[in-house]
Nanobody, 120 residues
Framework: VQLVESGGGSVQAGGSLRLSCTAS????????MGWFRQAPGKEREGVAA????????NYADSVKGRFTISQDNAKRTVFLQMNSLKPEDTAMYAC????????????????WGQGTQVTV
């Protein structure tokens, strides 16, 4: 399993970024995948998760209404559109795959990307 993130960067408060996670090595269209973040000195936290088979999405309360998780099965890619960014969104963002359900608990995921830095 390989997960490669891209799209991070620096942005002013109120701005937007779109993260991408391209996957290989597993059945992409039948998997739970999620986005997580970790700020310095803090524990890793779940941001959003979806089932790539369609129709089921889960968001952390802190990002509801601002972040949108989506997928492109043909490109084997999961996206995280982040709008109305706040300084507290600053973190290393990583995608993960292979969990038993649409959990936002990072301990339940078995495969991880390297991450991409987001600075607001």
């Amino acid at each position: 399993v390989q997960l490669v993130e891209s799209g991070g960067g620096s942005v002013q408060a109120g701005g937007s970024l779109r993260l991408s996670c391209t996957a290989s090595g597993f059945t992409f269209d039948d998997s739970d995948m999620g986005w997580f973040r970790q700020a310095p000195g803090k524990e890793r936290e779940g941001v959003a998760a979806l089932y790539t088979g369609g129709g089921v999405i889960n968001y952390a309360d802190s990002v509801k209404g601002r972040f949108t998780i989506s997928q492109d099965n043909a490109k084997r890619t999961v996206f995280l559109q982040m709008n109305s960014l706040k300084p507290e969104d600053t973190a290393m963002y990583a995608c993960a795959a292979d969990a038993p359900c649409l959990t936002l608990d990072p301990r339940e995921y078995n495969s991880w990307g390297q991450g991409t830095q987001v600075t607001v």
